[in-house]
């Protein structure tokens, strides 16, 4: 597609509940990462993946977040149980490059609040 | 870990007034960007600076990367109502793959 495409836009989970982010990066995108960022707060990286593999998972906050890439496109973002500080916009970014400095595009994010 | 502070974190100003927007770490950064993003949006890039020194501008805003790779500015000229939203700086070497750093953003209000 055009640029990335996440869904849903937003989500209202109870706590306790479980959700699914899905993110549609670029064609072809190599790279893609996921983010979280609390209201007024800049987004602080969750978890990196290239093609299928996911390298880096240091940013996520606990193993209650999980993430998965399987056939190197399309990811989903699972958190399970959620809490009320879960509460927070989810960004998924792409790029075709892996490697410093790249560009990276940017979804319009899901806003997920837990009730 | 590498952290960055952006300051001001909140900068209300009337239409045609100068900004300046700082961004500053002790760690070094490869390179360092300026998002900015609006309500309901992701951000959107506005500039990439890789030298220490460099100076890149773009139409009303100039954007500085300092010598040491540790800090950086964004100067707007005479704000438009337009320019209104979160600017966010982020720095990127702490990997291989470029994974960001973000500042916690300037919430810039222009009033017309």
């Known amino acids: 597609g055009a640029g990335v495409s996440q869904s849903p836009r937003y989500k209202v989970a109870k706590r306790g509940q479980d959700v699914a982010l899905r993110c549609d990066p670029i064609s072809g995108h190599v790279s893609l990462f996921w983010y979280q960022q609390a209201l007024g707060q800049g987004p602080e990286f969750l978890t990196y993946?290239?093609?299928?593999?996911?390298?880096?998972k240091s940013g996520l906050p606990s193993d209650r977040f999980f993430a998965e890439r399987p056939e190197g496109s399309v990811s989903t973002l699972k958190i399970q149980r959620t809490q009320q500080e879960d509460s927070a916009v989810y960004l998924c970014?792409?790029?075709?490059?892996?490697?410093?400095?790249?560009?990276?595009?940017f979804g319009s994010g899901t806003r997920l609040t837990v009730v | 870990t590498q952290l960055l502070e952006q300051s001001p974190q909140f900068l209300s100003i009337q239409e045609g007034e100068n900004l300046t927007v700082y961004c500053n770490s002790s760690?070094?950064?490869?390179?360092l960007q300026w998002y900015r993003q609006e309500p309901g949006e992701g951000p959107v890039l506005l500039v990439t600076?890789?030298?220490?020194?460099e100076v890149k501008k773009l139409k009303r805003l100039t954007f500085q990367f300092g010598d040491a790779r540790k800090d950086s500015s964004l100067h707007i000229t005479a704000a438009q109502p337009g320019d209104t939203g979160l600017y966010l700086c982020?720095?990127?070497?702490?990997?291989?793959?470029?994974?960001?750093?973000f500042g916690q953003g300037t919430i810039l209000t222009v009033h017309p």
């Open positions: 993946f290239q093609n299928e593999a996911q390298l880096d």
């Open positions: 760690s070094v950064f490869s390179s």
């Open positions: 600076v890789v030298t220490g020194g």
């Open positions: 970014a792409s790029s075709s490059i892996v490697g410093s400095p790249i560009p990276v595009t």
């Open positions: 982020a720095g990127s070497g702490g990997t291989s793959y470029g994974k960001l750093t």
